[in-house]
């Protein structure tokens, strides 16, 4: 995890993230073998990486207060680091090497704002009723949509 947007020009690209082990990367949460790091910081940690077989999943949660877990296989394996800025963006950078030949992932987020409350609105207006009310086209469409 980070909260260096990796999209910046500016963002610093390490070659390995062994190179993020230093004292200018604790902006860097890292799961690595069965140690979490943030830069020179280093705790042991319940999950090693080095034992995952083929199909585990692994999972990663900030929550709220800053804690970071990560789970397996859905089992939390408990609180990794502490102290996450949950009042800025926050990334995940996957670093795959060894036996890894597919990664995917999945994002379970929170719903927008904007989701809930179409799915609010609909819970009492139908498509039709929705065409009635003044609003600009472009607002009818996303209330009408079904995609999340």
Same mark, same amino acid.
């Given at each position: &995890?980070?909260?260096?947007? /990796?999209?910046?020009?500016? *963002?610093?690209?390490?070659? =390995? #993230?062994?190179?993020?082990?230093?004292?200018?990367?604790? !902006?860097?949460?890292?799961?690595?073998?069965?140690?979490?790091?943030?830069?020179?910081?280093?705790?042991? @940690?319940?999950? !090693? &990486?080095?034992?995952? !077989?083929? @199909?585990?999943?692994? =999972?990663?949660? #900030?929550? $709220?207060?800053?804690?970071?877990?990560?789970?397996? !296989?859905?089992?939390?394996?408990?609180?990794?680091?502490?102290?996450? /800025? #949950?009042?800025?963006?926050?990334?995940?950078?996957?670093? #795959?090497?060894?036996? *890894?030949?597919?990664?995917?992932?999945?994002? @379970?987020?929170?719903?927008?704002?904007?989701? &809930? $409350?179409?799915? =609010?609105?609909?819970?009492?207006?139908?498509?039709?009723?929705?065409?009635?009310?003044?609003? /600009? /086209?472009?607002?009818?469409?996303?209330?009408? =949509?079904?995609?999340?």
């Amino acid at each position: &995890m980070t909260t260096e947007n /990796p999209n910046f020009e500016s *963002t610093r690209i390490a070659r =390995a #993230v062994t190179d993020l082990f230093t004292n200018d990367n604790e !902006n860097y949460w890292i799961l690595s073998g069965d140690r979490v790091h943030r830069g020179k910081k280093e705790i042991d @940690y319940r999950l !090693n &990486m080095h034992t995952l !077989n083929v @199909y585990d999943r692994i =999972a990663v949660q #900030v929550r $709220c207060n800053g804690d970071l877990h990560f789970y397996q !296989n859905g089992i939390d394996k408990g609180k990794a680091m502490s102290g996450i /800025p #949950v009042n800025k963006d926050i990334f995940a950078v996957f670093d #795959v090497y060894g036996r *890894t030949k597919q990664v995917s992932w999945e994002y @379970y987020g929170v719903p927008t704002l904007e989701v &809930m $409350c179409r799915k =609010a609105i609909r819970v009492f207006m139908n498509e039709e009723e929705i065409e009635k009310i003044l609003l /600009p /086209p472009i607002l009818k469409e996303f209330l009408k =949509a079904d995609h999340e």
